[in-house]
């Protein structure tokens, strides 16, 4: 009895550890600047940088916590319909996309100005709807489920969206691809911290709080519940500290946001491999325009890419979960556990990936990486080990969804700063695409099998790897009839 107290308190203290991470970030910041060999001159710092850091962390623990293994639980034994969980994921990426026209919307009216004050709204109001949560598991009707949902995810992505404006803005488009690594580091720590405190709640012994009425039992679930209030209340408080980086600036900061969209000389000097040795000495301005002109095709590239990958994770990646537990029997421990162990791989894989990227290339470490989460889908469906499973479906996450930081990187570098809030939006704005593609998923799997829409989704995403060394091969082509006719031309002037 005596143990089992302790054990409760040491783990309420964990809980509430979580609630300050400033030590948690600012460890995280020290170890990135010297992994990466980053001198204390080239630390670009804002006043919104850790505010933007606490609510990216809040927010990832209370989406990992809710979304999606308790929420498919609770559907899934509520209505016990596999195609309705597919319409509720498809909801989920319809309101992304809402949310992601709303910030189109910003960008088109030029309101950018007025960004930092959609988290602070959108906190209380995402705070207000998770009450409401209590009363939606007491309704049998799959239609307020529904509303629930999309509005929930609408409101969601217009807020990160917002987050993320704010970071690039705030920080200046030199030291972009440095802070959107960071986020995503501490956007992984937030998911492993979600599964992380669903085990411990799970394993306190204190009496439960209030009686959930859904069909759904976990134990401790209104612990659970209460935690992600308090999270909520707490990210509404940091959300208050953002401030207005379109505010008169000291002009080192204009002149780092003013920075040029290609890269810079250490850049260069990394992407050896991917870019023709010019001398810039020797180029014209029209040449310069060549080349910028030449790259600026990669955002569209980036995006075409990610098109093709949303059809094939609609398709299967949110089946994993029911897969597992179906055909392997996986306990739900065992699942949150595998879980938390994705973000602690992948959060180790994302300053690998990154220093590969400052040696080999943006584009190169994108692509092996995506190579590597396809041959992993592939042994998903072949193996019939349930620990073996397990570690796969670890892996291929990690591979999958680490280069995110560099596409987007990628995206805002070689684009027109104007167009930044265009290309942001436009990752949610292409999630329409994935809600068709999660409902037509969830159809195959009812008459298919499971196995059938993995097999579509390695196809899928195998046509999206043939994307990039298409379009390489053919700048490769152009640019060795630039030097050719540069050279001539040099030539005749001689």
């Known amino acids: 009895m005596v143990t089992s107290r302790y054990t409760d308190v040491a783990i309420w203290l964990i809980l509430l550890m979580q609630t300050t991470p400033q030590k948690l970030i600012d460890g995280l910041l020290r170890f990135y600047w010297w992994f990466n060999g980053i001198n204390e001159e080239d630390r670009k710092d804002h006043s919104n940088t850790m505010p933007i850091l606490h609510i990216v962390f809040f927010t990832d623990i209370i989406q990992s ?62 705070t207000l709807h998770m009450i409401y949560f209590l009363r939606i598991l007491e309704m049998n009707s799959m239609w307020y489920h529904i509303m629930w949902h ?61 009686k959930f009425k859904s069909s759904f039992r976990m134990k401790n679930a209104d612990i659970a519940y209460m935690f992600v209030l308090l999270l909520s209340v707490i990210r509404v408080v940091h959300t208050f500290s953002l401030h207005n980086p379109y505010k008169p600036r000291s002009r080192h900061t204009l002149d780092d946001a003013k920075a040029a969209m290609l890269p810079t000389t250490n850049e260069n000097n990394t992407n050896v491999a991917m870019t023709p040795s010019i001398d810039s000495s020797d180029m014209t301005e029209d040449d310069f325009h060549m080349v910028n002109e030449r790259y600026h095709v990669l955002p569209y590239v980036i995006f075409s890419i990610n098109i093709l990958s949303l059809i094939g994770a609609g398709l299967s990646i949110r089946f994993m979960f029911m897969y597992m537990v179906a055909k392997f029997q996986v306990p739900y421990r065992q699942m949150w556990f595998a879980n938390m162990c994705g973000p602690i791989v992948s959060t180790v894989g994302l300053f690998v990936i990154d220093k590969q990227a400052r040696k080999y290339g943006k584009l190169v470490t994108i692509l092996t990486s995506k190579f590597i989460a396809l041959l992993l889908l592939y042994a998903f469906i072949q193996v019939d080990n349930p620990a073996l499973v397990l570690v796969i479906y670890v ?62 989704t390695s196809k899928l995403q195998q046509k999206a790897e043939n994307h990039v060394p298409q379009w390489y091969s053919t700048q490769q082509h152009n640019s060795y009839c630039y030097h050719v006719s540069s050279s001539f031309l040099m030539f005749e002037a001689m």
């Open 395 to 456: 892996l291929r996450f990690t591979f999958q969804n680490t280069p995110m930081a560099l596409k987007t990187t990628v995206m805002l570098k070689y684009s027109s700063k104007n167009a930044n809030g265009y290309w942001l939006a436009s990752d949610q704005i292409s999630r329409v695409i994935m809600f068709v593609s999660t409902i037509l998923g969830g159809h195959l799997s009812k008459y298919g099998g499971l196995e059938y829409c993995f097999k579509a």
């Open 65 to 126: 916590m809710v979304f999606p293994t308790v929420v498919d639980m609770c559907l899934f034994r509520m209505f016990s319909d596999r195609v309705f969980l597919s319409w509720i994921t498809g909801i989920h990426h319809l309101g992304a996309a809402f949310g992601g026209f709303l910030a189109w919307g910003v960008s088109y009216w030029k309101l950018e100005r007025h960004l930092y004050r959609v988290p602070k709204v959108a906190s209380v109001y995402l």
């Open 150 to 210: 999309g509005i929930y995810y609408a409101v969601y992505s217009f807020s990160q969206l917002a987050v993320c404006n704010l970071m690039v803005t705030s920080v200046g488009t030199k030291h972009t691809g440095t802070y959107l690594t960071i986020s995503s580091a501490v956007a992984r720590l937030g998911n492993i911290s979600g599964p992380a405190t669903l085990i411990l709640v799970s394993a306190l012994n204190t009496t439960g709080i209030v």
